[in-house]
T-cell receptor
Framework: GQQLNQSPQSMFIQEGEDVSMNCTSS?????WLWYKQDPGEGPVLLIA?????ELTSNGRLTAQFGITRKDSFLNISASIPSDVGIYFC??????????????FGQGTILTVHP | NAGVTQTPKFRVLKTGQSMTLLCAQD?????MYWYRQDPGMGLRLIHY???????AKGEVPDGYNVSRLKKQNFLLGLESAAPSQTSVYFC??????????FGDGTRLSIL
């Protein structure tokens, strides 16, 4: 099946620093999603991207759908302690009848030091 | 508005026991999904449903069964639990061709 490679696996940063993480795929995706998971909770949608080249912001978060449709990145500016959590990319594979099935990256664990 | 509700939140089973995890959504979503989350592996799709009375296999379906008798409910069953099924299970739902909304998970340990 389709696989997503998400990097980095973990990040330790100081409060106020900017953060960047990305996902790459061996296959073309027609949708990219970024989720955040807090401890003990389910993933919560941060940003959804639907077109190649699309750049979307949500507060301090910015994500882009790569031109090749095989990658996406998420940036967090001026990190704060509540940004701590696991960030997942996810995508809908462009081929076949996916019925909304998502392929998830392995996650990036973000730690923010005050 | 509760969104996606999973019960139970925690459970410990012995090998060979059976149990059913319940997922309920109050958003009138067409699609529902069951995932398992293991360390370092993201979320993997077990089974999914595109409507009442329909189910289909996902990436890791072995050892699990599902049923969707009502649009708002999606049940995940373990007929004979194995230690390899120790995991955190997440249910999600979505409208057709829209992002998925997740519940808060069921933490299952099998001894």
């Amino acid at each position: 099946g389709q696989q997503l490679n998400q990097s980095p696996q973990s990040m330790f940063i100081q409060e106020g620093e900017d953060v960047s993480m990305n996902c790459t795929s061996s296959s073309i995706f027609n949708t990219w999603l970024w989720y955040k998971q807090d401890p003990g909770e389910g993933p919560v949608l941060l940003i959804a991207l639907y077109k190649a080249g699309e750049l979307t912001s949500n507060g301090r978060l910015t994500a882009q759908f790569g031109i090749t449709r095989k990658d996406s990145f998420l940036n967090i500016s001026a990190s704060i302690p509540s940004d701590v959590g696991i960030y997942f990319c996810a995508g809908h594979f462009a081929g076949g009848t996916s019925y909304g099935k998502l392929t998830f990256g392995q996650g990036t664990i973000l730690t923010v030091h005050p | 508005n509760a969104g996606v509700t999973q019960t139970p939140k925690f459970r410990v089973l012995k090998t060979g026991q059976s149990m059913t995890l319940l997922c309920a959504q109050d958003m009138n979503h067409e699609y529902m999904y069951w995932y398992r989350q293991d360390p370092g592996m993201g979320l993997r799709l077990i089974h999914y449903s595109v409507g009442e009375g329909t189910t289909a296999k996902g990436e890791v379906p072995d050892g699990y069964n599902v049923s969707r008798l009502k649009k708002q409910n999606f049940l995940l069953g373990l007929e004979s639990a194995a230690p390899s099924q120790t995991s955190v299970y997440f249910c999600a739902s979505s409208p057709r061709n829209q992002p998925q909304h997740f519940g808060d998970g069921t933490r299952l340990s099998i001894l």
